[in-house]
Each structure stands twice: as C-alpha cells, then as structure tokens.
C-alpha cells in the first residue's frame, strides 16, 4: 500500500503545511523537533545527531527526554556511525583543531533512552554517509566537514527505507545552517531528487492536494 512519508526539518515551515503533515502515515523530525507546531504534532521517527556538542547537549540535558515530539516518536534514529567517526576525528582535528569534541559519541545514551521507553534505535550506517559523500563532491569538490543530519537521513530513508509506492515530502528544509556542511551541494543534490521524481517538496501552494490523498 502505498504511504505518504513528510522528512520535516528544522528550517521555516510554510504556512497551513500542518495538517497535511500530520495526515501523513510517518514523519520524520530531528534533534529538538523545532518543526513541531506549525509543522504539526505528529512524530514517527526522530532523527539526532548523536555525535560532539548536539549530542552531548540532547542525551545529558532533561529538556529533549521531555519533548513531546520525541516522546511521541516510536523510533530514534542516529545519523552519525560511531565507528567512521572515531576513524574520522585525526583528518577532522588536523583540519579544523577547534572541533575538538566534534567525534564524542553518544549513541549509547540515546541507545538506553530507547530502551528505556519502548523505542526502536536505528543507527544509520557508514556506507549511507560514504555514498552521499561521494554524491556530494560530485556535484562541488569544495572542502567540507561532513554532510548535513538531514541529508544523511534523506539518504537513507530513500535507499533503504522507501517501498515502491510511496510518496517522500520535504517540508522546513532550507539548506542553510553551520558552514561545516555543504549547504549548496546538498540542496542541488535535493533539487534532482525532486526533478526525478523521488521527493516532492511541500508547500503552502500544494499542501491542501496532498492532504487529500493526490
């Protein structure tokens, strides 16, 4: 049966998208769920970054743990490999030395948060990151840190996720954010996603056909 999928990220959500999100049969936020409101209520998955300061902030602080969209949430996504991240930290401190914390990981504590309260964890796997690496420089060469928790996650919910027929949305995502990450590439990267047919993007001006099932 085919499922209409929303990925909300954490960017500026257009107007009257919330219903049509939360009509959706799973959607995915991230991190502390700022999407949540006017980009509905309704939560399946929360994607984190499970690495250096987002993850250290979000596994050790109480305010995450209590966020309704991560309790309503049914799985718990981890974006970053621990292990292709401790292989990584050398290149990353030799480049950029005040990055010195970026490769702490977390996972088990958001791993005993899952089990804890009843949640799948799901850690995204290296070769996700490595593919998209390799897309990404295709498009720019230009030097980067690592790609975005979005885009990781886009990744791998289309290549590993997605059955047949479903429909994939985008809402809240406007490639800007940290200048670690490769805002440009990505967002042509997405546009081609877009231009083959494997991800809409929602809007104000097509949300309400959506939301109807079209």
């Known amino acids: 049966m085919a499922r209409r999928i929303v990925i909300v990220g954490n960017g500026e959500i257009g107007e009257g998208l919330a219903e049509t999100i939360d009509s959706a049969d799973l959607v995915m936020r991230f991190n502390d769920c700022r999407s949540a409101g006017p980009g509905g209520e309704r939560t399946d998955i929360v994607t984190v970054c499970n690495t250096g300061r987002p993850g250290k902030a979000m596994s050790e602080g109480s305010s995450w743990a209590c966020n309704r969209s991560v309790w309503l949430a049914s799985s718990i996504w981890c974006v970053r490999d621990p292990q292709k991240f401790q292989a990584m930290k050398p290149d990353i401190l030799h480049d950029h030395p005040e990055l010195d914390d970026f490769c702490d990981d977390y996972t088990e504590a958001f791993a005993d948060y899952a089990r804890q309260n009843g949640k799948g964890l799901h850690i995204v796997p290296a070769t996700t990151h490595e593919a998209l690496d390799r897309t990404l420089k295709a498009i720019d060469p230009t030097p980067y840190v690592v790609p ?14 997605r059955k047949p027929q479903d429909r994939v949305f985008l809402a809240g995502f406007g490639h800007q954010g940290w200048d670690g990450h490769p805002w440009d590439a990505e967002e042509a990267w997405v546009n081609d996603l877009i231009q083959r047919g494997d991800l809409v993007r929602l809007t104000s001006n097509n949300s309400r056909r959506y939301a109807q099932g079209d």
């Open 148 to 161: 975005s928790t979005g885009a990781v996650a886009i990744a791998q919910f289309l290549t590993h996720h």
